[in-house]
């Protein structure tokens, strides 16, 4: 069957062989206009004078004496006219999202030859409606409109701002429209709505060309239609319309929308002798959970078209297309191609706000726009500055500054950084630095650009196409030109209107300037496997079609466009509607199928977010209404949960000399947290421990368990140690203690030094606490507060010292000694014993059954605490060897607001006992002690994962024991 290009060439060669050079062919859009001038180059045989071809775009701005405006210059000039007019102090920023709007507005206004007087008219008495002459739809429409907004009685602020607004509108229609036209420039619509006004008086319009032919097309806009029109009566037009297939004739179908308007008004000259379509193509559809996974599936789906000889092995072949409804899916296609399918063209070029450098661009903004003040400088938050220091354009030139800055911020949770901190080189220093207002946005912007394409290099062939480390390929040095062309015209037209605004506003216009800028790619237009829009597809029929993203949503596109005309007015007057937007889609894709011989519909069947994985309804409608024999597909992904293999590590001589370091003469120590890590699991010790793998230093926002106890034991050291002074120890009364609970004052200021130099660490001074901070320092002081109303009970004790250092060498076998490291939150004498005090703000008890259990491997809850203060008290005792009685206690802060008791107590027969003094418990403890150390050394024992998985869900290691 010839593609319906070939049968227009096809005729016109044969009927008009000596004056087809004066015949303006007019198409939808530019590839088809390609297309059709191939397919009479194959026809002719000979070299012969190609005939104009054209877009009706293209063809509207040839016969109107206006130049195209610039939109962002458009957007300028409306705001400065509707300040005039308004009369009110309203921003450039507030205008322009709503500005934006009003440019689609105008242009469907005069698109649709709509009278903007009628319709933009703040209407006071609907009896005038009449006057107007509208029919009666538009009566009815208008008079629903204006009910709520016609009464005096109405005194809604934002209706009444609606209502002056709106009578505005049509002087600011009128204005901008002659503001423009003094400029000999135009929006599209002023352009076509010119064009068709002309074409209505006689020799008004002069038409360069012999004749007129439309092919292709389907849904007019009221100027296109008066246009047609009128050079029809002229007698020097023709149309060619593409509904053939019975889907295309189906009245069910909306895709018929325009159909018989368009026929009865435009016939054609010619009958192209064209059967009738009666066949369905040979339809498969596939069903994918993933995006990426529908541009994999193209590569199956190509090879197959290979193998049974679908797609000539010839240059030429232009028989199959790759049709993409969500245009995010090109690169990933792109990367599929089998490398045996060459050429390939892509139609439908790259948004440059896909790119690398439009990437770049974000994150530059949304670090500009977190930007916080302390004392008049500049502090910038760690994410974006972190995100920013990874972008490869800039981790490539700032090099090992850029990757010691991240480790500088990680290790000091640096939450934000000023320039000063940021800027150790040229280009940090141009990254780093705030900006106020729109000039400073260009110039900053356009210095980093010329940075990056001034001081990057391309790769040659040499390097195998490769990058160097510094170096840009060309088409990303080509994004970054096309994105510097769009800031220095953004910036030209600022400076042009003298506009301020803020950066906000100054990022969002030039989100929506390089939104609008496509990249075209290289390749040769009119052979080999063909990648394209839907847009694209008009006219043009493929043997093979592959359809990604068949969703609802997708296609058809699911966008209503922001308008400030309503729309039950913009049905009343004729103009476009999501109704509209329906039939076009559904044209374009029984239109795009009609001709194929194989279609393939591929659609994402993930349910997600707002996504509903739902196929379209073109789907449902070619299953049910046209019952067409569709063959269907599942692919889906085999993802096998391997059983997680146990992790076994043996003792080798080297970890033993590893572990020798933590015994007498070594230079290691183990701490009462590294053998409670290694009862919950021996394999995370070994890993922490021995080898040394920690988590990598990350930025913490905000004060979690550790941090907060970290903060509570500094405050509670500086108020004894304040009450010690200089001297060795000091009698604590009552009275001391609530001289401290009274000095709000003192506490606040321990509280924020404590913050300083463990939370924030960024300042040198302490800082007033604010936000959620603010907050946990007040939970902080109501637990301090507790704490020492609790050690009023114990008064009058002497108070000796808070975080003692012990080291110590421990025998814990007849020949081997092991180096152990403490910090004892305090230590108090009290009723003539050595208090050993430990706090907790964890979920801690203060019982347990036996002391075997505290060494137990097997225990999902071991009473950790409990062994740590045990320990505290044998170090306490071996460095002191005072003879004192020794009192274990622990300060479970959780408790202190209920149920308070410092005593640990162990289970004797069926009660718990108190624990008085560690010496009555020194020999149990140190048996199972000494025994749990000599199997961490002992040679013949692995370190091997922990039973008690309850241990794994916090665990670092969890990905590599996938547990």
Not at 212 to 221: E, K, M, P, R
Not at 380 to 403: C, M, N, P, Q, T
Not at 470 to 492: C, M, V
Not at 704 to 727: A, E, L, P, T, W
Request: glycine letters at 4%.
């Amino acid at each position: 069957m010839k593609p319906f290009l070939n049968r227009i060439a096809e005729l016109f060669y044969h009927n008009h062989t000596e004056d087809i050079g004066h015949i303006c062919f007019v198409f939808p859009n530019r590839r088809s206009g390609l297309f059709f001038q191939k397919y009479l180059a194959e026809i002719a045989g000979k070299p012969m004078f190609s005939p104009p071809v054209t877009t009706i775009n293209d063809l509207m701005t040839e016969l109107s004496p206006y130049i195209p405006a610039d939109r962002t210059g458009m957007l300028f000039t409306l705001y400065e006219l509707y300040m005039e007019l308004y009369n009110n102090e309203e921003s450039f920023d507030n205008f322009v999202f709503w500005g934006d709007m009003l440019l689609n507005d105008f242009d469907d206004v005069d698109k649709y030859m709509v009278d903007a007087k009628q319709l933009f008219t703040n209407i006071q008495d609907l009896k005038e409606i009449e006057e107007f002459y509208l029919n009666e739809e538009q009566i009815a429409v208008i008079k629903r409109f204006w009910h709520n907004f016609s009464y005096p009685s109405i005194d809604s602020e934002k209706k009444q701002d609606f209502i002056s607004l709106w009578s505005i509108l049509y002087k600011l229609y009128f204005s901008f429209r002659q503001k423009l036209s003094s400029k000999g420039i135009a929006y599209e619509g002023m352009i076509f709505r010119e064009v068709a006004e002309k074409s209505k008086e006689v020799n008004r319009l002069k038409i360069p060309y012999k004749k007129l032919v439309f092919i292709g097309f389907n849904a007019l806009t009221e100027s296109e239609r008066v246009f047609m029109e009128q050079i029809k009566k002229q007698g020097i037009a023709d149309f060619y319309w593409d509904y053939n297939a019975p889907t295309l004739r189906d009245k069910f179908n909306k895709a018929t929308y325009f159909m018989n308007d368009n026929i009865h008004r435009f016939p054609s000259a010619y009958d192209i002798g064209e059967p009738d379509i009666i066949t369905m193509p040979e339809i498969e559809l596939i069903t994918i959970p993933s995006a990426a996974g529908q541009a994999k599936l193209v590569t199956r789906l190509l090879d197959e078209f290979i193998q049974n000889d679908y797609i000539p092995q010839t240059d030429k072949a232009i028989n199959t297309a790759i049709v993409l409804p969500d245009e995010n899916l090109l690169m990933p296609v792109l990367y599929s191609i089998p490398e045996i399918i060459d050429p390939i063209n892509v139609t439908m070029g790259y948004s440059l706000q896909r790119t690398p450098v439009a990437a770049l661009m974000d994150t530059i903004y949304e670090m500009q726009r977190h930007v916080r003040y302390s004392k008049g400088e500049a502090l910038f938050y760690h994410l974006e500055v972190k995100s920013i220091l990874s972008h490869r354009f800039i981790a490539a030139h700032a090099g090992i500054e850029g990757d010691t800055l991240i480790a500088f911020i990680n290790k000091n949770n640096k939450t934000y950084l000023t320039s000063d901190e940021l800027g150790k080189n040229y280009l940090l220093k141009l990254l780093f630095r705030n900006i106020r207002n729109e000039k400073e946005a260009s110039g900053y912007l356009l210095s980093l650009l010329e940075f990056l394409l001034q001081n990057t290099h391309q790769s040659t062939e040499n390097e195998e196409k490769e990058v160097v480390k510094t170096g840009l390929s060309s088409l990303e040095r080509e994004f970054i030109f096309h994105y510097h062309t769009a800031i220095k015209r953004l910036k030209d037209v600022i400076e042009e209107h003298n506009i301020k605004m803020d950066i906000d506003t100054y990022f969002r216009l030039l989100h929506k300037l390089t939104s609008a800028i496509s990249i075209p790619f290289r390749g040769e237009p009119l052979s080999g496997l063909q990648i394209m829009g839907v847009l694209e597809t008009r006219a043009l029929d493929f043997e093979n079609l592959i359809i990604l993203s068949v969703n609802e949503g997708i296609f058809p596109v699911k966008k209503v466009a922001n308008s400030f005309i309503p729309y039950n007015l913009r049905r009343g007057f004729g103009m476009a509607t999501t109704e509209h937007q329906d039939s076009i889609y559904a044209y374009y894709f029984y239109r795009m199928i009609s001709r194929a011989k194989r279609v393939y519909l591929l659609y994402d069947s993930r349910t997600e977010g707002l996504k509903k994985g739902e196929m379209s309804r073109y789907i449902y409608q070619l299953k049910h209404h046209y019952q067409a024999h569709i063959k269907e597909r599942i692919i889906t992904y085999n993802i096998a949960s391997n059983q997680a293999q146990p992790i076994e590590i043996k003792k080798t001589p080297d970890i033993i000399q590893k572990l020798s370091r933590f015994l007498s003469g070594g230079d290691r120590y183990l701490s009462a947290s590294s053998i409670n890590t290694y009862l919950d699991c021996p394999l995370r010790f070994y890993l922490q421990k021995v080898e040394e793998i920690g988590k990598e230093d990350e930025v913490t926002e905000t004060v979690d368990g550790s941090v907060f106890g970290s903060i509570f034991h500094y405050v509670m050291q500086k108020i004894y140690d304040r009450m010690k002074g200089v001297n060795e120890e000091i009698l604590v009364t009552a009275d001391m203690i609530n001289t401290i609970l009274k000095d709000n004052s003192l506490m606040t200021a321990y509280i924020e030094e404590a913050f300083a130099r463990t939370f924030f660490k960024k300042y040198k001074d302490p800082q007033p606490l604010t936000g959620y901070n603010y907050m946990i320092g007040e939970i902080i002081r109501k637990y301090i507060r507790q704490t020492l109303t609790a050690d009023k009970k114990y008064t009058p004790f002497t108070y000796l010292r808070s975080e003692e250092k012990i080291e110590l060498e421990i025998p814990f076998s007849p020949e081997k000694r092991v180096r152990i490291k403490a910090y004892i939150d305090r230590v108090d004498r009290h009723n003539g014993k050595i208090h050993i005090i430990d706090y907790k703000t964890g979920g801690d008890k203060t019982s347990f059954q036996s002391m075997e259990r505290l060494f137990d491997h097997n225990i999902n809850h071991r009473e950790k605490a409990v062994m740590q203060v045990l320990l505290y008290c044998k170090m306490y005792a071996l460095k002191h060897d005072t003879g004192e009685d020794i009192h274990p206690s622990i300060y479970l802060i959780q408790k202190l607001f209920r149920d308070f008791d410092p005593e640990i107590r162990i289970k004797q027969g069926n009660q718990y006992e108190t624990i008085e003094s560690y010496l009555s418990c020194n020999t149990e403890y140190t048996e199972v002690f000494n025994r749990c150390i000599s199997e961490i050394f002992d040679p013949a024992v692995p370190f091997s994962q922990t039973p008690c998985t309850d241990h794994c869900q916090y665990c670092d290691f969890t990905g590599l024991c996938k547990r």
